[in-house]
Each structure stands twice: as C-alpha cells, then as structure tokens.
C-alpha cells in the first residue's frame, strides 16, 4: 500500500485491522431526506484487501443541534473529529463497511454522544 499518504490504523471491536487516510472534504446535499451537510471522506482497507472509500456525513442539522446546546459552533477540527468519531463507531460495529458506504451519519441523534469523549463542551 505505497500511495504517498499516510495510513493510519484502527484495531476495530470486531477484531478487524483497519488502515485509513482522510482523503478530503465537500458540502454536500444528501437526497436520502438528511439535507445540507458536509461528507468527510476516507480511504479505507481492511484484512490485505484492495482500499476503499467511506464516507461521513455530518449534518447541518447536527451543527445546530450542538450550537443551541452548547452556545457556540463547532470548529473544522472539531468538526473533523465528530466524522472520525463516526468512522470509528463504524469499525467497531460494522465487519462489512463497504455496505455502510452513505450510511455513516453525524446528525442531531448521534452528535453529543459521539463528541462526549472529547470532553469539548
């Protein structure tokens, strides 16, 4: 796996070791009824398997949801750290990922839960 990127590695609760790299990040319009968000994507490979990409999306409506709670906005680094929260969720819960492609959703349900390790409030 020489790309030029460097891979970094997830020990998943389903005993799976995962590589992956963040690949980039675009506002998005999910037409699956999540609305306006942002898709952050990472590459991901898996059990000597060619790598793959994933998607996260994090919501608006998330956004707004931590902003009335919290009284303040969500940086991009922290904005960054909820989707890879999200990533890991999905390694630990997922063993077929590539099926999750555009399931792995940070919205108004998930948002604090997924961000309450980070101790950021």
């Known amino acids: 796996m020489k790309t030029g990127r460097r891979y970094k590695t997830y020990a998943a609760e389903?005993?799976?070791?995962?590589?992956?790299?963040?690949?980039?990040?675009?506002?998005?319009?999910?037409?699956?009824?999540?609305?306006?968000?942002?898709?952050?994507?990472?590459?991901?490979?898996?059990?000597?398997?060619?790598?793959?990409?994933?998607?996260v999306f994090v919501s608006d409506?998330?956004?707004?949801?931590?902003?009335?709670a919290h009284q303040r906005d969500l940086g991009s680094n922290e904005l960054y750290a909820a989707a890879k929260m999200r990533l890991y969720r999905a390694f630990d819960e997922h063993e077929d990922l590539i099926a999750e492609r555009l399931?792995?959703?940070?919205?108004?349900?998930?948002v604090e839960e997924l961000l309450e390790t980070l101790d950021l409030a």
């Open 103 to 110: 399931n792995l959703v940070v919205d108004e349900a998930n």
């Open 14 to 55: 389903t005993g799976v070791s995962y590589q992956y790299f963040f690949e980039g990040r675009r506002g998005v319009v999910r037409p699956e009824g999540q609305g306006a968000g942002t898709d952050f994507t990472f590459v991901v490979a898996a059990n000597q398997r060619p790598p793959f990409t994933l998607r």
């Open 61 to 68: 409506r998330a956004l707004a949801a931590w902003r009335e």
